[in-house]
């Protein structure tokens, strides 16, 4: 059958031969599995995607993948009115009977079901890509669209994971109801949540809705800002009466970050609590989050990362112990309340449930923080436009008088009314806003993309869009690598093309409202009461690398400064 043996299982590319014949991959081992194999599967590809095609095919096919088919071919000379145009090129799959046409087509389009090509860099036996991906998303992403575009998948263990990269391609994905963020296999690995609970869809759905109605509703958001404001003042009295006022106190920003945010949102959610009891289990569970998130098999957290474990039981064992604290925030009393009622509830999942909004609030923010200082103190322009605002909008406080209330001012209202700072923090979240914004399907579908190529995507699958492709695109952002803080000077982020630093959809992040104002709160509570230094000229630092893809990475160093408290 195969006389054109010099065309056989060779290296050669599709498109480096314009005319008949055929290239075969033919394995005999394989071959023989299927001995009644005429029946053909034709599948066309335009010849820009015809080479990538053909090399995943191969891949597959040698790996014993491609179930049912015998051998294949591919040309780029083959005539077909089929084909959409003459510009494409076909693979020919050999399966099954040629009168049996439903088995050709099960398994025919079952095997070529992407349209879209398959990533081969990085990619071993077993595990995929897991290593290029876990070690440094950001890097391994951009090297993919700069190899085949912005569409392509890659294989992490056997789960597929399909890329969309060009924002025109995002709407499909966020509003196909079969595609959704994998909200219980965060639940169970990354928090210890039981499965069970996570299954009760009654009060799964009643728990989301608190966060609509506690987190985003104008009389909640008032409420939680002023109330965080008050917070951060009192950690900076705290601060003031330990060191002193006119001392200056060698530090550093990310630990001044910490410090501000982590006290303060801890006791805005969750009352007269003491978070400082779970700052060191916090720590060091926020430094391996990246694994827990990464929804890696249960084998791998048992056996490396145990003291991660047992800080996240330690977390989740005392929000077991303090369902309820005074002046705890209305989500938190409701969400408390709801789990407790509920019968598929196991011991744990109050503590856990309540650990994940814990880390939510805070394992964000502190990096968020971090870079908005670390941009915002080191821009004279900035400092000076948002300094005049802040001085009309926001009230200073007292350190001394106990009865000062000016804390009661800082509403969302005014807080929106210094449009610097605004666009200050959005500058920020575009630069360092990292995440993955990630939808499994849950029910095989399909996505319609902007061009109209239809993406079959199966159960189990993962759509990704990586905003920060887009974020640093200069199309979308003009000279994305410069922090300009009033590049977003009169825009709303809600509107903007390729912005979307808190996700979208139903799941859109329900704390970002509350999360910037957290950020401007601490920005300008240090601006009116702080003077600082940076110690360190040399300012070059990144990002944590396997931290991104979770929202706001931190920085892969610290940067020392010292302060002083204002008179
Ligand atoms: C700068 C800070 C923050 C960033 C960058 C951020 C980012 C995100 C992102 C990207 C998602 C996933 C959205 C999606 O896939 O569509 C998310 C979800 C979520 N965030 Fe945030 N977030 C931040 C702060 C907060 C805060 C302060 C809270 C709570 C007080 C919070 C609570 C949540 C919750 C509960 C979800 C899950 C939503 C759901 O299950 O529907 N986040 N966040």
Known sequence: MLSTEYYVNCNLKPTEITIYPWLYEHEPEIAKKYPETDGKWMQFYHKSQLNVMWDLAKTKYRAGQLEEIAFMKVSTGYYKPC????DDGVILLYCGPSHDEENIMKYGASNTSLPIPFVKNGCLPIIGHLIPFLKDKSKFIFECQRSYGSRFFIELFSQRMIFLLDPNDWSPVIRNPNLSLPVKDFGTKTFGISRGFLDDEPIMNEIHRYFKLYLQSTESLDFLTARFSKCVRDVMIQDRARIGCHVWHPYSLLELSHRMIFEASGRTLFGDINPLLLEKEFLLFDKKFHYFASLLPDFIYSLFLRREMDARSNMTAYFNAHPHSDNESELVYHRA??????????PNDLGASQTSIFWASVGNTIPATFWSLFYILRDPHALQKINEEICTHLPPFSFSDPNDKSFEFWTSGNIAKCVYLE???NEVLRIKGTPMVSRKCYQDTQISLADGTMIPVRENDMVSLFPEVMHSDP???????????????????????????FGSGKTICPGRHFAKNEIKICTALILQNIDYEFLETNMNISCVKNRVGFGIAPPDCDIPIRYRYKE
């Open 83 to 86: 084909a959409s145009s003459s």
């Open 337 to 346: 309340k709801r789990i407790l009622e509920a019968e598929s509830r196991q």
């Open 475 to 501: 199309n979308y952002f003009p000279e994305p690598e410069i922090y300009k803080f009033d590049r977003f000077l009169g825009k709303t982020t809600d509107t903007i093309k390729g912005f979307l630093t």
């Open 423 to 425: 666009s200050a923090i």
